[in-house]
């Protein structure tokens, strides 16, 4: 094979990242590859055509549009079950595409409702390059005073649950003081200003500049941090865990997959435990799989990795193995096998 044409969402942002690293994967093995927006109105050349994004059924409906000439593959994940009819015209399509899930929490969806998926490959970052900013990371030091950093990077839906990052913040500050948080997202489900006010929240700053930073700048928070922390009750994959980990740095987050996929418990991380477990209906697409937590084992968590200096360098020394697993070119590169 010598062409891959990669269509992916560039509105989400972690399907453009995914779709950008996967093609300089291609690109190393000698694949001729061109990445295109969902909006892209021109034409879509060659045979062979792979698909980022989410297994929703207007994914399937989109990819129609190229069949039968072209031969896809659809690398996607999903929050849940997705909702579609017993029989429906999305999943006839579904059967002639190879499916590939990002994790098997994904597989396990899309199988519960009768779609078959062809494989699982687990998403990948560069581990072997720490391309972070220097001259910012000198600013967060010096803004954090050396206190040890705690790390959130998401966006803000209902389901990210920033709010529990937020109220944890505030219990471990009491523990410990001199503790610092970033949380890099946006504006969106949670009023992040308002909560700030309203918790008083001390040594607590929000970025504001989701999805609008290079990918060294946004590195840079995972060198300044020591915990890195990923709230959310549901998620496909969950790629800030392997992006923490490209720099050692350990993650909490609740005991579900697809996290307990990617963490290994008192490991490479901590995993808290689900307190009770509902289905979301989200736009009449997916019913997602939210899996609660208690805050209290949120912040529970955060204090007993920085109050445990000898626990945390267990751990850094355990992922800097673990991540070889989740180097990008050993993971995107087995996309090619399913053309």
């Known amino acids: ?61 989109y990819c129609a549009r190229f069949m039968p000439e072209k031969n896809i593959v659809v690398y996607g994940a999903i929050e849940g079950f997705p909702i579609m009819d017993s029989i429906s015209v999305e999943k006839e399509i579904a059967q002639d ?5 990002v994790s098997k929490f994904s ?21 072997d390059e720490e391309q972070y900013n220097t001259h910012f990371l000198q600013y967060i030091r010096k803004f954090n005073r050396g206190g040890p950093t705690v790390l959130c990077n998401s966006a803000n839906y209902v389901r990210k649950a ?3 990052f937020m109220l944890a913040s505030k219990f471990v500050n009491r523990a410990i003081a001199e503790t610092f948080f970033i949380l890099h997202s946006a504006e969106g489900a949670v009023n992040i200003p308002m909560m700030i006010e309203d918790l008083q929240l001390k040594n607590f700053w929000w970025t504001n500049s989701y999805g609008t930073l290079t990918v060294p700048r946004v590195n840079t928070f995972y060198k300044a941090c020591k915990v890195n922390v990923l709230p959310s009750y549901c998620e496909g994959f969950g790629l800030p865990i392997i992006e923490a980990m490209a720099f050692n740095r350990p993650t909490v987050a609740v005991d579900a997959q697809p996290y307990n996929e990617i963490i290994e418990n008192g490991k490479t991380g901590i995993l808290i435990p689900v307190t009770n477990t509902r289905n979301d209906n989200w736009q009449n697409r997916i019913y997602m799989i939210h899996h609660h937590y208690s805050i209290d084992a949120l912040a529970n968590a955060i204090i007993a990795l920085l109050s445990q200096p000898d626990v945390l360098n267990r751990m850094e020394k355990a992922i800097s193995e673990e991540k070889k697993r989740f180097d990008f ?7 090619l096998k399913y053309w």
């Open 1 to 61: 094979m010598r062409e891959v044409s990669i269509v992916a969402p560039f509105k989400v942002v972690s399907h453009h990242l995914v779709a950008r690293r996967i093609a300089a994967v291609f690109e190393e093995q000698g694949v001729k590859t061109e990445v295109y927006d969902l909006d892209w109105t021109g034409e879509v050349p060659g045979r062979n055509l792979l698909y980022v994004g989410a297994f929703i059924p207007e994914t399937f409906s």
């Open 97 to 101: 595409m190879n499916l590939i899930a």
């Open 329 to 335: 070119r050993k993971t995107y590169v087995e996309l």
């Open 162 to 164: 920033l709010a529990n």
């Open 107 to 127: 597989q396990m969806c899309m199988e519960t409702v009768g779609i078959p998926i062809n494989g699982v490959i687990y998403h990948g970052v560069p581990m």
